[in-house]
């Protein structure tokens, strides 16, 4: 059996995990106008699900996520989730067509799941009782940095905020 790993080391890979699925969200709501026009669309009808398809997936599988994790092993889960996520990150940067863009979308919303259902309990796991006070602070400031910075993205240059967003999330 190995080492354990430093409780602050895995604070830095799990808020790492829970910025990028929560700034997925923020970052798709403000730059709608964008990604429209790049798939030549407007801003009703089926491109309202490149928004909802994430968050309908994300808030379906939480609970599950939580309940399996804790019977098969959350590092694991975690981990197929980050892969997951950064797979359905991938695919929406290389997105041909709208109706490919809502399924990466959903694949997104799996591993995003994964990410925020299993966060707070990884970290609950790694820091002893007196210390979790502080790391679940740190965790809510993760998720409020990352949703205000998908806001920012308004205050780039297009083309800059689009490089931002496939690099990091979406």
């Known amino acids: 059996m190995g080492a354990q790993p430093n409780k602050w080391e895995v604070f830095?890979?799990?808020?790492?995990?829970?910025?990028?699925a929560k700034l997925d969200t923020s970052s798709v709501n403000v730059n709608h106008p964008a990604i429209a026009r790049a798939f030549g669309t407007t801003l009703s009808g089926?491109?309202?699900?490149?928004?909802?398809?994430?968050?309908?997936?994300?808030?379906s599988?939480?609970?599950?996520?939580?309940?399996?994790?804790?019977?098969?092993?959350?590092?694991?889960?975690?981990?197929?989730?980050?892969?997951?996520?950064?797979?359905?990150?991938?695919?929406?940067?290389?997105?041909?067509?709208l109706s490919f863009l809502i399924v990466a979308r959903r694949?997104?919303?799996?591993?995003?799941?994964?990410?925020l259902a299993l966060g707070p309990a990884i970290l609950s796991d790694a820091f002893p009782l007196h210390e979790r006070g502080r790391v679940s602070g740190l965790n809510a400031v993760t998720v409020a940095l990352s949703t205000s910075s998908g806001l920012y993205c308004l205050l780039l240059p297009p083309a800059f905020a689009s490089a931002v967003i496939v690099s990091v999330g979406l």
């Open 12 to 20: 830095a890979i799990v808020a790492v995990g829970i910025f990028m």
């Open 46 to 59: 089926p491109f309202e699900w490149v928004v909802i398809a994430y968050l309908m997936v994300v808030a």
């Open 61 to 97: 599988l939480l609970l599950t996520v939580g309940w399996l994790s804790d019977r098969f092993g959350r590092r694991r889960f975690w981990a197929a989730g980050l892969a997951l996520f950064t797979l359905g990150s991938i695919l929406c940067g290389a997105a041909p067509s």
């Open 107 to 115: 694949l997104q919303g799996v591993g995003g799941a994964f990410l």
